[in-house]
């Protein structure tokens, strides 16, 4: 008999998974379920398993600045709902690929996100980092994200899952939701992401759904996300999200973030000892983060994990590229733009977001770039001497403080932009400093280890120093929210002086004011005001924060002087919308209006220059109560760092606009599908149901601002020629064709939109629903013909009573066009 042969092939991934889980101890499984720190999984230096780094995204590579993170110059893309306005998943593929890229650069693993929730009412705060109103034009766009993101070897984390759709009480309200209302709306982008692009991790949500928290929601993490759509990744938890135990773990629940643990730990292996949760469960998910460190090619030696580059000429030049597809022209009366600047000497740029680039909402989303081009800066480059170009603020739209930018800084050496800081190892501020720095301001969160290595307890000090300059004179609010002791002087004199001892995360989070201070001081343009602020942790919190915030003093006069202004140039150009960090993660918006005196400015510049365009910066619907006065409206949304130059070619022509919008716009709030149920306190009832944006608008016949997927163009389209098979077998795909002609005289892009209308069903339909778009680019004269497959459940509901998706034979409808609104060709076909 023949001795058995001995085999020369590498174990595969799951045979090393499956050893390293044999060879784990309880405590040592355990510890693979809760980070580490704030960004980085638990390693197990026994068993040579190694951390993954995690980093907050979507719309570039954050970072906190903490000790064990690279601080690097990441690019600031547009934000979710300006690359879902572009309607080109191809393009935002490219964002996928570059943002891995900038990941791997910033030493990181895991780029949190997409954000693929659905914008259910205008005032969420995170309607910015969202995609879209509509679950298929969501669950697109974020499928060619992670294709993009995960195609270079750093993995997504599909986020929040599910039903996140307001920040009111967002840590424990729950949202009320039946059962196809889930199915139908608020799962769909999940499931479509999901089956398509099996994201690394998928990022439960922090609030309740029908009264059970996601992190404990055995529906939602195990019967639907793992056993029906089959994902193998790893679930986390949003930061602090996780409430319990062996609920959570049972559920599905894989990594508890931030560590150390709260709830796992040493309480989860208790919960194993004990029998309260069988060790097979735990065995399970350990492999799934075994299997994300696999993924990430730090198990390699050497980790295979590429260098990446970060914020390079091509990055920048993508990000403009986005923000000029976003671009929304929402009103071009009478062909006034694009502006000419061979017939024009003149133009007036007014506004509150002239002089400053707007280039994304608050919260974890917001990464400061290293540079950042504004509207006044991009036109004067772009103009040059042959137009003049003149500013005015006009008025200001800040309604409470927003953060000292680096721009009000001079260092202690004298020179650019910034304040000298140094970090000292002991709480106070004798001998030498452990690590010197120059830092853009005075907002951090540290988490940890400190702000620098070197720093090896909880206890340290740090000491910033340099000049305060601001741009205008008059009386200035200045606010001051910290978690410890911090002592800040200017020109010499102690301004603040508190200590508040180490506050919990919660308290940092949703109730800042407890740990503000104000004061007022007058100050003069120009002049350099000596500032030093003196930071010593002193208690044992694993966390600081500092924040330095400010009010600028009110011009009386400012109106009358930006329409006077206007009243003498050839065009005038007022750019309109929201301050830093009014919309943001943490709060929702209070109303529909632009902020200040926006709205007043807008009209008196209107009237004293008839040729006058707006220009918004916005995550979200606003009210025009000026849009029949306003002659051409473009929207910006939030267009990252490349904005001001992405604006400046879309205004001169440079760059043909085709964005659309990927929400309604109603007139007034009263009028949004949600009003009557928003924002709910402990309970927020989804009364709308089915009916949510355009869907809602169509069913009432409701005439909106802006109907979803629209926007103008520089050139027009006609669409001939629908083709359509008129009798489709169950289970074969409906194939479309529409020819779309470019009728004007320039090169564009349009977005064609495909929408399906079910004559009769069983339960009530929307009378139309998204299940198609393709974003063609044609020259002047140029046909192009588009064609679409619909597949079976673009005819689909779901029906709650028989737990399943069902498309009923009979007539269907094929509506296409340039927006839900605007149907150019119908054709009728029979489902078998």
């Known amino acids: 008999m023949k001795a058995p042969q001995k085999s020369n092939s590498t174990p595969s991934v799951e045979e090393h998974i499956d050893a390293l889980v044999n060879q784990m101890t309880v405590l040592e499984k355990v510890s693979l379920l809760s980070g580490r720190d704030l960004w980085r999984t638990a390693p197990i230096p026994r068993l040579g398993i190694p951390s993954i780094v995690m980093t907050d995204g979507p719309h570039g590579v954050r970072s906190d600045g903490a000790a064990e993170r690279f601080k690097g110059p990441a690019?600031?893309?547009?934000?979710?709902?300006?690359?879902?306005?572009?309607?080109?998943?191809?393009?935002?593929?490219?964002v996928g690929m570059v943002l891995a890229e900038e990941t791997h650069g910033m030493g990181c693993d895991i780029l949190l996100g997409p954000c693929v929730n659905i914008a259910r009412v205008p005032l969420a705060g995170r309607n910015f980092e969202a995609y879209s109103e509509d679950p298929f034009l969501a669950g697109r766009i974020g499928v060619a994200w992670i294709k993009g993101l995960q195609s270079k070897g750093v993995g997504a984390s599909l986020k929040h899952y599910a039903c996140n759709n307001q920040e009111t009480e967002r840590y424990r309200n729950s949202s009320m939701v039946d059962e196809r209302t889930l199915r139908e709306i608020y799962l769909p982008a999940f499931e479509a992401a999901v089956k398509e692009t099996q994201p690394w991790t998928v990022m439960h949500a922090y609030n309740r759904i029908n009264g059970v928290y996601a992190a404990e929601h055995e529906y939602l993490l195990t019967r639907i996300l793992r056993e029906e759509w089959g994902f193998k990744g790893a679930v986390i938890s949003d930061w602090t999200a996780t409430h319990s135990t062996v609920p959570s773990v049972k559920a599905g629940l894989d990594v508890e973030m931030p560590g150390p643990a709260v709830w796992f730990g040493r309480l989860l292996e208790h919960a194993v000892r004990t029998w309260q949760v069988d060790e097979s469960v735990i065995d399970a998910a350990a492999r799934r983060v075994l299997r994300l460190v696999f993924q990430s090619g730090n198990m390699d030696n050497p980790p295979s994990t590429p260098t990446g580059s970060v914020n390079t000429p091509e990055h920048q030049a993508l990000a403009r590229q986005v923000a000029e597809q976003s671009i929304v022209l929402l009103k071009n009366d009478?062909?006034?733009?694009?502006?000419?600047?061979?017939?024009?000497?003149?133009?007036?740029?007014?506004?509150?977001?002239?002089?400053?680039?707007?280039?994304?909402?608050?919260?974890?989303?917001?990464?400061?770039?290293?540079?950042?081009?504004?509207?006044?800066?991009?036109?004067?480059?772009?103009?040059?001497?042959?137009?003049?170009?003149?500013?005015?603020?006009?008025?200001?739209?800040?309604?409470?403080?927003?953060?000292?930018?680096?721009?009000?800084?001079?260092?202690?050496?004298?020179?650019?932009?910034?304040?000298?800081?140094?970090?000292?190892?002991?709480?106070?501020?004798?001998?030498?400093?452990?690590?010197?720095?120059t830092v853009d301001g005075l907002t951090f969160f540290w988490f940890e280890r400190g702000p620098v290595k070197g720093l090896a307890s909880r206890q340290y000090a740090a000491r910033f120093s340099g000049s305060l300059v601001v741009p205008s004179s008059g009386e200035y609010l200045l606010v001051l929210a910290h978690t410890e002791s911090c002592k800040l002087y200017l020109d010499g004199k102690l301004l603040f002086d508190d200590d508040f001892g180490g506050r919990s995360l919660n308290e940092i989070w949703d109730d800042q004011e407890k740990l503000t201070r104000r004061a007022k001081v007058t100050l003069e343009a120009g002049k350099l005001y000596s500032i030093r602020v003196e930071y010593v942790k002193s208690s044992d919190a694993n966390h600081a924060a500092i924040q330095f915030q400010?009010?600028?003093?009110?011009?009386?006069?400012?109106?009358?002087?930006?329409?006077?202004?206007?009243a003498r140039c050839d065009v005038a150009v007022v750019f309109a919308g929201m301050p830093t960090g009014f919309e943001s993660e943490g709060h929702d918006r209070p109303d529909m209006h632009l902020p200040g005196r926006q709205t007043e400015l807008i009209l008196a510049v209107v009237k004293a220059n008839p040729r006058s365009v707006v220009v918004l910066n916005a995550g979200s619907p606003v009210s025009m109560p000026w849009l029949d006065e306003v002659p051409a409206l473009l929207?910006?949304?939030?267009?990252?760092?490349?904005?001001?130059?992405?604006?400046?070619?879309?205004?001169?022509?440079?760059?043909?606009?085709?964005?659309?919008?990927?929400?309604?716009?109603?007139?007034?709030?009263?009028?949004?599908?949600?009003?009557?149920?928003?924002?709910?306190?402990?309970?927020?009832?989804?009364?709308?149901?089915?009916?949510?944006?355009?869907?809602?608008?169509?069913?009432?016949?409701?005439?909106p601002l802006f109907p979803f997927g629209f926007g103008l163009s520089y050139t027009a389209f006609e669409y001939s020629g629908i083709e359509v098979s008129k009798w489709v077998k169950a289970g074969e795909p409906v194939k479309l064709s529409v020819k779309v002609k470019n009728t004007g005289a320039r090169p564009g892009k349009e977005v064609v939109q495909v929408?399906?209308?079910?004559?009769?069903?069983?339960?009530?339909?929307?009378?139309?629903?998204?299940?198609?778009?393709?974003?063609?680019?044609?020259?002047?004269?140029?046909?192009?013909?588009?064609?679409?497959?619909?597949?079976?459940?673009?005819?689909?509901?779901?029906?709650?009573?028989?737990?399943?998706?069902?498309?009923?034979?009979?007539?269907?409808?094929?509506?296409?066009?340039?927006?839900?609104?605007?149907?150019?060709?119908k054709a009728s076909f029979t489902l078998k």
């Open 755 to 825: 929408y399906v209308s079910d004559k009769e069903s069983s339960l009530v339909r929307p009378p139309k629903e998204l299940k198609g778009f393709k974003k063609v680019a044609l020259e002047p004269g140029e046909t192009g013909l588009v064609e679409f497959e619909l597949d079976q459940r673009a005819l689909s509901y779901y029906d709650p009573y028989r737990q399943q998706w069902v498309s009923e034979p009979g007539e269907f409808e094929a509506l296409v066009g340039s927006s839900s609104r605007d149907i150019r060709q």
């Open 334 to 437: 009478k062909a006034l733009l694009p502006l000419d600047h061979t017939k024009i000497k003149s133009i007036a740029v007014i506004g509150p977001n002239a002089a400053e680039c707007r280039i994304g909402g608050g919260g974890s989303s917001y990464l400061e770039p290293p540079y950042r081009v504004s509207p006044l800066e991009a036109l004067n480059q772009k103009l040059g001497k042959s137009v003049k170009v003149e500013y005015e603020v006009g008025c200001l739209n800040f309604v409470q403080p927003v953060e000292v930018g680096a721009e009000f800084f001079v260092p202690a050496g004298g020179k650019g932009h910034g304040l000298s800081a140094e970090y000292f190892g002991e709480v106070g501020f004798s001998g030498k400093p452990v690590a010197e720095e």
């Open 635 to 703: 929207e910006a949304y939030y267009p990252g760092q490349e904005g001001g130059n992405a604006v400046a070619n879309v205004l001169f022509g440079d760059v043909n606009p085709s964005g659309k919008l990927t929400v309604t716009f109603p007139k007034r709030l009263e009028d949004s599908p949600a009003f009557i149920n928003f924002p709910g306190t402990k309970e927020v009832f989804y009364g709308e149901g089915i009916f949510v944006g355009y869907r809602y608008f169509d069913k009432k016949d409701l005439e």
């Open 75 to 94: 690019t600031s893309f547009p934000t979710g709902v300006s690359m879902a306005s572009t309607w080109d998943p191809e393009l935002i593929e490219q």
């Open 550 to 566: 400010y009010m600028p003093p009110v011009v009386p006069d400012s109106i009358e002087r930006a329409a006077k202004l206007a």
